[in-house]
Protein backbone atom coordinates (compact mmCIF):
# COMPACT_ATOMS: atom_id res chain seq x y z
CA UNK A 1 0.00 0.00 0.00
CA UNK A 2 1.06 3.50 -0.80
CA UNK A 3 0.26 5.61 1.88
CA UNK A 4 -2.37 8.39 0.58
CA UNK A 5 -1.27 11.72 2.21
CA UNK A 6 -4.60 13.75 0.20
CA UNK A 7 -7.03 11.61 1.69
CA UNK A 8 -5.79 11.60 5.13
CA UNK A 9 -5.00 14.91 5.50
CA UNK A 10 -8.77 15.44 4.77
CA UNK A 11 -9.78 12.48 6.92
CA UNK A 12 -7.80 14.80 9.82
CA UNK A 13 -9.76 17.56 9.10
CA UNK A 14 -12.52 16.16 8.48
CA UNK A 15 -12.34 14.82 12.47
CA UNK A 16 -10.78 17.98 13.63
CA UNK A 17 -13.77 19.98 12.28
CA UNK A 18 -16.25 17.57 14.04
CA UNK A 19 -14.66 17.35 17.59
CA UNK A 20 -13.62 20.72 18.05
CA UNK A 21 -16.01 21.07 20.94
CA UNK A 22 -15.18 18.26 22.91
CA UNK A 23 -12.52 19.19 25.19
CA UNK A 24 -11.66 15.58 25.79
CA UNK A 25 -10.76 14.67 22.06
CA UNK A 26 -6.43 14.71 22.34
CA UNK A 27 -4.53 12.99 20.62
CA UNK A 28 -4.87 9.55 21.47
CA UNK A 29 -8.32 9.85 20.43
CA UNK A 30 -7.96 11.08 16.95
CA UNK A 31 -5.46 8.44 16.59
CA UNK A 32 -7.60 5.51 17.31
CA UNK A 33 -10.60 7.43 15.64
CA UNK A 34 -8.22 7.12 12.77
CA UNK A 35 -7.03 3.45 13.01
CA UNK A 36 -11.22 2.68 13.34
CA UNK A 37 -11.88 4.53 10.51
CA UNK A 38 -9.40 2.88 8.39
CA UNK A 39 -9.96 -0.63 9.61
CA UNK A 40 -13.74 -0.57 9.39
CA UNK A 41 -13.64 0.56 5.80
CA UNK A 42 -10.87 -2.16 5.11
CA UNK A 43 -13.56 -4.63 6.35
CA UNK A 44 -16.49 -3.34 4.31
CA UNK A 45 -14.23 -2.74 0.99
CA UNK A 46 -10.67 -4.76 1.24
CA UNK A 47 -8.57 -1.60 0.82
CA UNK A 48 -8.19 1.49 3.67
CA UNK A 49 -9.35 4.70 2.98
CA UNK A 50 -5.95 6.59 3.66
CA UNK A 51 -3.22 3.77 3.31
CA UNK A 52 -1.91 4.56 6.41
CA UNK A 53 0.65 2.44 8.40
CA UNK A 54 -0.45 2.00 12.38
CA UNK A 55 1.48 0.47 15.16
CA UNK A 56 0.99 -1.39 18.37
CA UNK A 57 2.29 1.18 21.33
CA UNK A 58 2.11 0.73 24.93
CA UNK A 59 0.88 4.28 24.81
CA UNK A 60 -2.34 3.00 22.12
CA UNK A 61 -1.76 3.48 18.29
CA UNK A 62 0.23 5.48 16.71
CA UNK A 63 -0.25 6.33 12.62
CA UNK A 64 3.16 6.45 11.31
CA UNK A 65 2.40 9.83 9.24
CA UNK A 66 0.97 11.46 12.55
CA UNK A 67 3.19 13.40 13.51
CA UNK A 68 4.88 14.46 9.90
CA UNK A 69 1.55 15.35 8.50
CA UNK A 70 0.28 17.82 11.73
CA UNK A 71 3.88 19.14 11.75
CA UNK A 72 3.20 20.53 8.34
CA UNK A 73 -0.55 21.76 8.91
CA UNK A 74 1.16 23.54 11.58
CA UNK A 75 3.64 25.39 9.49
CA UNK A 76 0.86 26.02 6.82
CA UNK A 77 -1.40 27.36 9.93
CA UNK A 78 -3.98 25.29 8.61
CA UNK A 79 -4.42 23.80 12.33
CA UNK A 80 -2.19 24.47 15.91
CA UNK A 81 -1.41 22.67 18.74
CA UNK A 82 -1.91 23.30 22.58
CA UNK A 83 -1.37 21.04 25.48
CA UNK A 84 -4.28 21.39 27.55
CA UNK A 85 -5.03 20.24 31.42
CA UNK A 86 -7.68 17.24 31.37
CA UNK A 87 -8.87 16.72 34.72
CA UNK A 88 -5.37 14.83 36.20
CA UNK A 89 -3.88 14.19 32.89
CA UNK A 90 -2.48 16.75 29.73
CA UNK A 91 -4.24 16.51 26.30
CA UNK A 92 -2.50 17.34 23.17
CA UNK A 93 -5.07 19.24 21.55
CA UNK A 94 -5.11 20.18 17.81
CA UNK A 95 -7.46 22.95 16.51
CA UNK A 96 -8.34 24.11 12.99
CA UNK A 97 -7.41 27.53 12.20
CA UNK A 98 -10.37 27.47 9.73
CA UNK A 99 -12.97 25.30 8.83
CA UNK A 100 -12.05 23.22 5.55
CA UNK A 101 -15.18 22.02 2.81
CA UNK A 102 -14.19 18.81 3.10
CA UNK A 103 -16.45 16.18 0.77
CA UNK A 104 -16.52 12.15 0.58
CA UNK A 105 -17.92 10.35 -1.21
CA UNK A 106 -21.26 8.29 0.47
CA UNK A 107 -19.57 4.87 1.20
CA UNK A 108 -16.69 6.75 2.31
CA UNK A 109 -18.86 9.66 4.66
CA UNK A 110 -21.07 6.95 6.04
CA UNK A 111 -18.23 4.70 7.32
CA UNK A 112 -16.70 7.79 8.81
CA UNK A 113 -19.60 9.15 10.42
CA UNK A 114 -20.69 5.72 12.10
CA UNK A 115 -17.15 5.53 13.22
CA UNK A 116 -16.79 8.65 14.69
CA UNK A 117 -20.52 8.59 16.10
CA UNK A 118 -19.63 5.46 17.72
CA UNK A 119 -15.81 6.93 18.85
CA UNK A 120 -15.62 10.69 19.52
CA UNK A 121 -17.62 10.48 22.78
CA UNK A 122 -15.37 8.21 24.52
CA UNK A 123 -12.07 10.14 26.23
CA UNK A 124 -8.31 8.81 25.83
CA UNK A 125 -8.71 5.79 28.81
CA UNK A 126 -12.10 4.53 27.56
CA UNK A 127 -11.25 4.25 23.45
CA UNK A 128 -8.14 2.41 24.02
CA UNK A 129 -9.65 -0.04 26.35
CA UNK A 130 -12.35 -0.61 23.23
CA UNK A 131 -9.10 -0.65 20.96
CA UNK A 132 -7.20 -3.28 22.80
CA UNK A 133 -10.31 -5.77 22.46
CA UNK A 134 -10.32 -5.35 18.33
CA UNK A 135 -8.48 -8.51 16.97
CA UNK A 136 -6.24 -6.06 14.45
CA UNK A 137 -4.89 -4.57 17.69
CA UNK A 138 -5.29 -7.12 20.36
CA UNK A 139 -3.20 -9.85 17.93
CA UNK A 140 -0.37 -7.33 17.51
CA UNK A 141 2.78 -7.63 19.35
CA UNK A 142 4.08 -3.97 21.05
CA UNK A 143 6.28 -1.44 18.64
CA UNK A 144 4.82 -4.24 15.62
CA UNK A 145 2.38 -3.37 12.58
CA UNK A 146 -1.09 -3.60 13.04
CA UNK A 147 -1.95 -5.88 10.09
CA UNK A 148 -5.34 -4.63 8.36
CA UNK A 149 -6.31 -8.44 7.18
CA UNK A 150 -7.05 -9.39 11.31
CA UNK A 151 -10.39 -7.52 10.99
CA UNK A 152 -11.39 -10.42 9.22
CA UNK A 153 -11.25 -12.06 12.52
CA UNK A 154 -13.75 -9.16 14.63
CA UNK A 155 -16.72 -10.63 16.41
CA UNK A 156 -20.06 -8.69 16.09
CA UNK A 157 -18.93 -6.03 18.58
CA UNK A 158 -16.69 -4.59 16.27
CA UNK A 159 -17.62 -6.10 12.83
CA UNK A 160 -18.87 -3.41 10.36
CA UNK A 161 -19.36 -5.87 7.35
CA UNK A 162 -22.91 -6.39 7.35
CA UNK A 163 -23.88 -2.80 8.12
CA UNK A 164 -22.16 -1.34 4.76
CA UNK A 165 -21.67 -4.34 2.72
CA UNK A 166 -25.00 -3.46 1.19
CA UNK A 167 -24.16 0.22 0.71
Do not use: C, W
Amino acid sequence: MHFDKKEYTKLLNYILSNSYDKPHVGKTVITTTLYFIDFNYYEAYGKSLTKETYQKHKKGINPMHFTKITEELIEKNKIYFRKEAYYHTTLHKYYLTEIPSIKFSNKKINIINTSMKQLITKNATTIMKYASKDPPYKNTDYNEEIDYNNVYFRDSIYSVRKKFINL
